[in-house]
């Protein structure tokens, strides 16, 4: 049993091959520059805007970003990213603090500048990343560079790497603070195979709209780069699905009173997963805090964000194969075949490495108080005629990404009074 669709590495590299090729024979941008954006003065209202693409990934870590912000006095509108940034021209001018800083991020940063907004961003794609000058030049777009009023670094790799010249400010990433104590028995596997097994999108789809995301013309070097890190992407996937599915019916075997618990990637499809033994479950929950907690090991692909999270949850962790462009990939036991990872799960040895630089103290509410403070003036009362977005019932892709959240979820993890004014869309 384990993924029960061919997988053809070749085959597959050769589509993305042909895929980058034709992007990159079309691909007329111009080469994009910081100095391209042209900024005015902007007072603001005090309200800080957070959007969340992710649910599984983000929501508990921009919960306490909201409750924290809150509690200095801002108000703060948070939820899903789609009715939050199709509304940029009716929200009064705040801060907006995004996530990523690829080129629709740019278009976005632009649209909120042009209609009054400060933009501020913390790049949570970096969470699990070794920061290096090469990796971030080539995901980050330098008009976001540009927009950006603030860059918070979530440590001193990320500020000491950064390529351009701009206010980076270091100050940690809340997500450090959303892992629990863990009281479980489980066997946690994390599976890691959005590209070659994408929910809702084709192989090509995705390769065409990833390749789109391109902060530089894919004909230049930095093009090049951000394509080579998908190709790579893939064929690490590849390479390790043999083993992945291996370990999960070997743990199963080795195992038998013990839950072996697969948690699928938050956009891979679980249904291309059949297993047969009684003790395997598919966690089908939005929140890897949640698995962690229940779980007393964490087996997960070398380079995989969710090494870094077991670190930090302080469950013992087992590493699939070796690479990717992760820090997990030199954190916990490495294992290559499914009999060591029965034996490192038996021997549930915890990391104590350390990842100095990588992650700093918490201090984001308050750096964005300060660029609040800075740039006050706005509107004292706050009003909101909004345009009703939300996807279809057919829109997989979104509704998978941000299922839809009830008030009771949010007033639980904010601690405060809570105001639902659209869909996934909420007011503190």
Same mark, same amino acid.
């Given at each position: ?14 589509? $993305?091959?042909?895929? $980058? ?19 005015? =003065? ?53 801060? $907006? ?6 080129? $629709? ?16 961003? #913390? ?5 699990? +990343?070794? &920061?290096? *000058? ?37 100050? *940690? ?13 489980? +066997? ?29 013309? #894919?004909?230049?070097?930095?093009? &090049? ?34 839950? +072996? ?9 679980? &249904?291309?997963?059949?297993?047969? &033994? ?54 916990? =036991?490495?294992?290559n075949t499914p009999a060591e990872a029965v034996e490192a799960v038996r021997r549930a040895e915890v990391w104590n490495g350390t990842i100095d ?7 984001? =509410?308050?750096?964005? #108080? ?14 909101? =005629? ?11 892709? +979104? ?12 007033k639980a993890l904010v601690g405060r009074p809570v105001q639902k004014i659209g869909w996934n869309l909420f007011l503190i």
């Amino acid at each position: 049993m384990g993924f029960n669709l061919p997988v053809d590495k070749t085959s597959l590299l050769l589509a $993305f091959d042909k895929l $980058f090729e034709e992007q990159r024979a079309q691909d007329a941008r111009s080469v994009p520059r910081p100095e391209d954006i042209v900024k005015t =003065s902007r007072r603001v209202s005090s309200i800080l805007y957070l959007p969340v693409e992710v649910k599984a990934r983000e929501f508990h870590a921009k919960a306490l970003i909201a409750r924290a912000a809150a509690e200095q006095g801002l108000r703060v509108l948070f939820g899903a990213k789609w009715p939050l940034t199709m509304n940029i021209d009716r929200l009064p001018p705040g801060i $907006f603090l995004f996530k990523t800083m690829h080129q $629709f991020d740019a278009n976005s940063m632009a649209e909120c500048i042009n209609n009054g907004h400060l933009v501020a961003v #913390l790049d949570e794609e970096m969470f699990g +990343i070794s &920061a290096s *000058g090469k990796y971030i030049k080539s995901t980050v777009h330098p008009h976001a560079v540009g927009c950006a009023d603030l860059i918070c670094a979530q440590g001193q790799d990320y500020a000491k790497h950064f390529p351009y010249t701009a206010n980076v400010v270091v100050t *940690g990433t809340p997500r450090v603070k959303t892992y629990k104590e863990s009281r479980g028995d489980d +066997i946690l596997v994390c599976l890691q195979s959005g590209n070659i097994n994408n929910h809702g999108r084709s192989f090509a789809e995705m390769v065409q709209e990833t390749l789109a995301l391109s902060a530089f013309p #894919l004909n230049t070097p930095e093009g &090049a780069a951000w394509a080579g890190i998908m190709r790579e992407a893939i064929a690490h996937e590849c390479d390790v699905l043999p083993l992945m599915s291996e370990t999960i019916d070997a743990l199963a075997a080795a195992f038998p009173m013990r839950r +072996i618990v697969v948690r699928p990637h938050p956009v891979e499809n679980p &249904a291309n997963w059949a297993f047969s &033994a009684p003790n395997i479950v598919v966690d089908t929950r939005n929140n890897i805090i949640e698995s962690l907690e229940e779980a007393s090991a964490a087996v997960f692909v070398s380079g995989c964000t969710t090494g870094l999270d077991a670190y930090l949850a302080n469950v013992p962790g087992v590493r699939l194969g070796r690479g990717g462009v992760g820090i997990s990939a030199n954190m916990h =036991s490495e294992v290559n075949t499914p009999a060591e990872a029965v034996e490192a799960v038996r021997r549930a040895e915890v990391w104590n490495g350390t990842i100095d630089g990588h992650l700093a103290p918490l201090t984001l =509410s308050q750096s964005l #108080l300060d660029l609040y403070k800075q740039n006050a003036g706005g509107a004292g009362t706050l009003s909101f =005629s909004l345009r009703a977005i939300e996807p279809n019932e057919n829109d997989t892709f +979104i509704r998978r990404k941000f299922p839809d959240t009830s008030l009771e979820e949010v007033k639980a993890l904010v601690g405060r009074p809570v105001q639902k004014i659209g869909w996934n869309l909420f007011l503190i």
